[in-house]
């Protein structure tokens, strides 16, 4: 519900304020004071592209702000998916800026059109008499019929359906899509993957392989070195450990004189022991490296093969080499496996398919059961509004499965006798138009939460009887819904329960457009001049204060 309204520097409007009730809310003016000017600046809060040209005083900052009480509306979910602040009170503002930059803002946070244009949807309903798009569209007529049909458990149980197939079938085709390019490359694959297998890697090979194959590459120097070593260290009579066994001797003795030198004798006896440890050791590997040019052979043809591998498949490692290998193996795998694989999906799929026909098939029947309901209670309506030849029909197709059903429906009306029912778009002038959807508007206010509904208009092409039986119905509306209703005709605007009424002030250099609230006098006058003119009668006074009282 619209609790406030402001403008600010907006085409004729200077600063504009207005508060409407809670329930019927009639705005009236003379053509051109600035009624579709205000309509203009709600279209801004509903998300509706800025211009710049609308400006009152280009070298100020326009500002329209909307001030809604949202707590029956069931938007917390909405909030929290856009990351906006959550309040009962919920505030919309839109600036346009001198420079042409427009923002948006709910609760002081800014945000996207496209989000205000959605939040929209849920606060305001604005429907003039040219407004035949929405409801010439087969989506918005499908809403119609779902809400007077009370089909929500039957569309939540299709729509679950509906996801399921689509994630079987996404499922399905991502694995074909992925097989064609699987069976494209298997060859190659193959032959890269029996090229690795071959070799039987294994983790830390490359760098033992490089080690051994620079102690072959060397190995009849390596030995000639250790043996010379273990000479100057193993010889009897000029070796290094026969020399150091008899400094030993010496040192032995010299600790027997003085006890300080007790440290030279531990301290040389480490050197000794590890002297003779490396001897030991020299031993050990002479006895290991051979001069075996086969085995060299063999280990410079292995390392060959893993070099040119890894230079291949751009790699540095076995490691990355053996990676690459069982990221092989596993696409050979699934190449195995795949049509398995796809029989299952499929299998999947057609069973969600089957499953989502079954959930279509009970909400399109559900659907097809309202349709002479609803058709029915509409022409009642019409005649009542003064079409006593009014026809509507609905024309429905059963398709494929979509996101809001197997069904596609188009409403079909004739205003004349003997005139078959057409589409909205090919049949409704403005003024029958205008009834046509005022009475649907009445059927759904029981059937669904409908926002802050405005009438601009609406009752254009009527009169008499006629009019009074709209404006009953809006006030039927108004007992559980916000109305706003601009009109020209003074028995509507006799009716509501707050009446604005919108001027031009003329008092300045500059025309300047403003509203305000009629009090008791001032609508008996301005009701008055709705019947007589500028100048009304007393008779026309009268007419009013009857008008007033009924």
Sequence with gaps: MLKTLSIANYALIQSLEMEPCASLNMITGETGAGKSIMLGAVGLLLGNRADTKALFDEEKKCIVEGVFDIKNYKLKRFFEEEDLDFEEVCIIRREISPNGKSRAFINDS??????LKELGKSLMDVHSQHDTLQLGEGEYQLDLIDAFTKTQSEFNAYSSAFQAYQKAKKSYEKL?????????????????LQELSSLSLKEGEQEELESDQEILENAEEIKSKIQEILVQLQDEQFGGLNILGQANTGIQQLGRFAHKYESFKERFQSVLIELKDIAESLEDEDSKVEVDFEKLETTRERLSKIYQLQQKHGLESVEDLMALEKELAEKAFQIENLDEQLEDLKIEMNTAYKALIEKGELLSKKRKAGFQAFSK????????????NAQVEFFHQSISPSKRGIDQLDLLFSANKGVKPQALKQVASGGEFSRLIFAIKYIMADKMALPTLIFDEIDTGVSGEVALQMVRMMQEIAKNHQVICISHLPQVAAKGDQHYFVYKDNSTDRTISKIRL??????????????????????AYESARELLKN
Excluded: W
């Design 377 to 388: 209670e509409l022409i009642s309506l019409l005649v009542q509004l003064g079409m006593e």
């Design 110 to 115: 800014p945000v996207r059109l496209e989000i």
């Design 176 to 192: 074909s899509e992925q097989a064609l390019d699987l069976k494209k490359e298997a060859d190659f694959n193959q032959f890269q």
């Design 518 to 539: 009629l009090q008791s006098n001032d609508r008996i006058t301005e009701i008055a001049k709705m019947i007589a003119g500028s100048n009304p009668s007393e008779s």
